[in-house]
């Protein structure tokens, strides 16, 4: 395993196993997610054919005509809904448009919820019948997934087990079919998508249909992440790094194009972007904030960081 760029771990572990695998687990966890800022994880409990039915769903949609694509492109909502086309958005310190196109998924909230006038509608396609109700079932497996991942990382930071429960609790995480189609031309200077940090908790993203995924290591260098079978992979998001003053890292990683003699092969990936709601306080824990650390963020909620990094990224005017 010495050639991997990210550690490795059983979430089975933490969730069924003794309390010295716990404890095991939670250790490790923490460092990778100090250290690395990013993780694979097996024993995670998505079922291979819950992704397969979404990512064959996913293709359904991307291959169908862009005008038809278009009707669930719906102004207002930031892309937080339906479908957004080729090229709008962009990293936060980048001009050129990226080289994908998206749909998104987001919470689900019954009728006469307290948050449900929070929450746009999720987008049914009328082509793609099949597409949300798989769709559905894949946010809530993610959901599953990262409150586990949540309660570990509560332990590592001597925080009490449940203290992300509430607060993730129909929060406004976001499931995102990725497309990058293949390249036509030589690209002006955009990557597949460049550089960034994301913006939530935590991302679980399961195995893209080609590589091109790449994190940059503390010593400057693009390193290839290559997950095996069934594993996902796992990254800090900057709202996580910014809880813990710095202490989790929220790392820099990209999605680079690949070798000219595969620029006929399109990229699906499969991102979902743990959110809490949009109430939670952000300021830094105090634990995290010491002499060698000074607090680096000023307080602010979720969802106040969430409309600013938006508007960064060109999805929100």
């Known amino acids: 395993m010495a050639d991997r760029t990210i550690p490795l771990v059983d979430l089975s572990k933490f969730v069924n196993g003794s309390a010295e695998e716990r404890q095991a687990f939670v ?18 409990g998505i079922s291979k054919d819950l992704i397969d039915r979404f990512f064959s769903n996913a293709n359904n949609f991307f291959g169908l ?54 929450y746009p509608r999720n987008i049914t396609v009328a082509e793609a019948p099949s597409f949300l109700m798989w769709g559905k079932q894949l946010y809530q497996s993610f959901e599953r997934a990262g409150a586990h991942l949540l309660r570990a990382i509560a332990l590592h930071l001597e925080l ?18 990725i497309h990058y189609p ?26 893209a249909s080609a590589g091109g995924l790449q994190l940059l290591n503390s010593e400057g260098e693009w390193k290839d992440i290559l997950p095996e079978n069934d594993e996902i992979v796992i990254n800090v998001g900057d709202m996580l790094q910014r809880l813990t003053n710095n202490y989790l890292k929220s790392t820099t990683h990209r999605v680079v194009n690949p070798p000219k003699e595969e620029w006929h092969k399109p990229r699906l990936s499969i991102p979902f972007f743990l959110h809490p709601q949009s109430t939670m306080d952000l300021t830094c824990l105090d634990k995290c904030v010491t002499e060698d650390r000074p607090i680096a963020y000023e307080s602010i909620t979720a969802g106040g ?13």
């Open 160 to 177: 009490p087990e449940n203290y992300f429960e509430g607060r993730i609790d129909k929060g406004n995480s976001i499931l995102r079919a």
């Open 65 to 118: 005509p862009v005008k038809t694509k278009r009707k669930y492109e719906i102004p207002g909502l930031a892309g937080q809904r339906g479908y957004t086309s080729f090229g709008k958005e962009h990293a936060k310190q980048s001009e050129v448009a990226d080289l994908k196109e998206f749909f998104q998924i987001g919470q689900f909230v019954s009728e006469g919820h307290e948050l449900r006038a929070q």
């Open 305 to 317: 960081y969430l409309d600013e990094r938006l508007r960064e990224i060109g999805l929100k005017k």
């Open 27 to 44: 250790d490790e966890l923490g460092k990778a997610f100090h250290e690395t800022g990013f993780v694979g994880v097996v024993g995670h």
């Open 182 to 207: 293949p390249i036509t031309q030589e690209p002006e200077t955009a990557i597949r998508a460049e550089q960034h940090e994301d913006i939530n908790l935590i991302t679980l993203l399961v195995g």
